[in-house]
T-cell receptor, first 111, second 113 residues
Framework: GENVEQHPSTLSVQEGDSAVIKCTYS??????FPWYKQELGKRPQLIID?????GEKKDQRIAVTLNKTAKHFSLHITETQPEDSAVYFC??????????FGAGTTVTVRA | NAGVTQTPKFQVLKTGQSMTLQCAQD?????MYWYRQDPGMGLRLIYY???????DKGEVPNGYNVSRLNKREFSLRLESAAPSQTSVYFC????????????FGPGTRLLVL
């Protein structure tokens, strides 16, 4: 299967600053990399994803980059706001139906 | 649309008891999944069903069974619960493969004593 490592495990940023979360994966055949946001006591929700034929994708204040050679991908949140406080999970697919998740990053945005 | 629903929301079991977690989706999705979430470990796939009539093992299937009852419903059964199965269980669905958005249910919190 796939092994996904996620860093850091916790991240505290000042409101308005940027946040970056990094993930590495082990299976070079992985071709789909989603990111999920989970607020306290809620379900995970997809916020952005990237496929292996794309190097970068942006959606308003969030962006994801993928380096297939190095087998790592990152989530970038710019101009952080209090509502960005949550746990963020990266994941990598190792077949059409199986995702392997990172352990999560707890992001706290300080006002 | 209710999306993905799960019952119950919370359950306490004694070691050795059995129970079934229910999941239903009203989005006409073909694929359904069961995950467990433990502190510090992210989500781990237990079983999935790529389409009605098929089920396959995920990363951590031991101690669980599943049934894809019809296109809408996918249940998870614990035959003899163990304390190691204390976790939050999430059901999810997607229209096709994972490359289409996966939607999660609200979760079931299970405590096995």
């Amino acid at each position: 299967g796939e092994n996904v490592e996620q860093h850091p495990s916790t991240l505290s940023v000042q409101e308005g600053d940027s946040a970056v979360i990094k993930c590495t994966y082990s299976d070079s055949a992985s071709n789909y990399f989603p990111w999920y946001k989970q607020e306290l006591g809620k379900r995970p929700q997809l916020i952005i994803d990237i496929r292996s034929n794309v190097g970068e994708k942006k959606d308003q204040r969030i962006a994801v980059t993928l380096n297939k050679t190095a087998k790592h991908f990152s989530l970038h949140i710019t101009e952080t706001q209090p509502e960005d406080s949550a746990v963020y999970f990266c994941a990598a697919s190792f077949n059409d139906y199986k995702l392997s998740f990172g352990a999560g990053t707890t992001v706290t945005v300080r006002a | 649309n209710a999306g993905v629903t799960q019952t119950p929301k919370f359950q306490v079991l004694k070691t050795g008891q059995s129970m079934t977690l229910q999941c239903a989706q009203d989005m006409n999705h073909n694929s359904m999944y069961w995950y467990r979430q433990d502190p510090g470990m992210g989500l781990r796939l237990i079983y999935y069903s790529a389409s009605e009539g098929t089920t396959d093992k995920g990363e951590v299937p031991n101690g669980y069974n599943v049934s894809r009852l019809n296109k809408r419903e996918f249940s998870l059964r614990l035959e003899s619960a163990a304390p190691s199965q204390t976790s939050v269980y999430f059901c999810a669905s997607s229209y096709g493969t994972l490359q289409e958005t996966q939607y999660f249910g609200p979760g079931t919190r299970l405590l096995v004593l």
